[in-house]
């Protein structure tokens, strides 16, 4: 059984300001670690994903993360935000092909 | 690009009622899913069909049918509303481990 942790629900910033949510996953085998965006009232949007290699991967806008076998997170940073930034972000693990298992979710709010 | 589409955008039902979900995308994905999404509860898979046809069940399947007609299109019926049902159903495709996401169905139960 995968099962994903985000521990902040909510995380408020200001412009400009770094940001890292937390992603803490359990799962036994391969999988791939991925996280989605949801502005208010829309569907879900790819940000980036990590399979294997280098385990600092680049997703769009700016946003990294980086996983830990260790630690086994995987989580997402942003050197910079911006207020469109603001948004709920969801971590999910999945086997391959198979359906994905997210985290509740943590919302970003940013203020100018 | 392709898009994934859902109809319809907002579903009232009464209590007890069937209820379909339809879901269409040009992705030419084999791979869809339906996810459901409750305030506070994140998102949990209720079925996904990897081909034409076939049927998978998710961690929430139970009160739920779905059907695979073709490629490109993949319904979930709620067999039987739950009164004061409040949720987002969100269609989803993929070729690979990347999902696309549909804009959703929202429905309210009476």
């Known amino acids: 059984t995968q099962t994903v942790s985000q521990s902040d629900a909510h995380v408020t910033v200001f412009e400009g300001d770094s940001v890292e949510l937390r992603c803490n996953y359990s799962y036994g085998g391969s999988i791939y670690l991925s996280w989605y965006i949801q502005h208010h009232g829309r569907g879900l949007q790819f940000l980036l994903k990590y399979y294997s290699g280098n385990p600092v991967v680049q997703g769009v806008n700016g946003f990294e993360a980086e996983f830990s076998k260790s630690d086994s997170s995987f989580h997402l940073r942003k050197a910079s935000v911006h207020w469109s930034d603001s948004a709920v972000y969801f971590c999910?693990?999945?086997?391959?092909?198979?359906?994905?298992?997210f985290g509740l979710g943590t919302r970003v709010s940013v203020f100018p | 690009g392709g898009i994934i589409t859902q109809t319809p955008k907002f579903l009232i039902g009464q209590e007890g009622q069937k209820l379909t979900l339809k879901c269409q995308q040009n992705?030419?994905?084999?791979?869809m899913y339906w996810y459901r999404q409750d305030s506070g509860k994140g998102l949990r898979l209720i079925y996904y069909?990897?081909?034409?046809?076939?049927?998978q069940k998710g961690d929430l399947s139970e009160g739920y049918d779905a059907s695979r007609e073709k490629k490109s299109s993949f319904s979930l019926t709620v067999t039987s509303a739950q009164k004061n049902e409040m949720a987002v159903f969100l269609c989803?495709?993929?070729?690979?481990?990347?999902?696309?996401f549909g804009p959703g169905t929202r429905l309210t139960v009476l």
């Open positions: 992705f030419n994905h084999d791979t």
């Open positions: 999910a693990v999945s086997a391959f092909a198979q359906g994905l298992t």
């Open positions: 069909s990897i081909t034409e046809n076939d049927l």
């Open positions: 989803a495709s993929t070729q690979g481990d990347e999902q696309y």
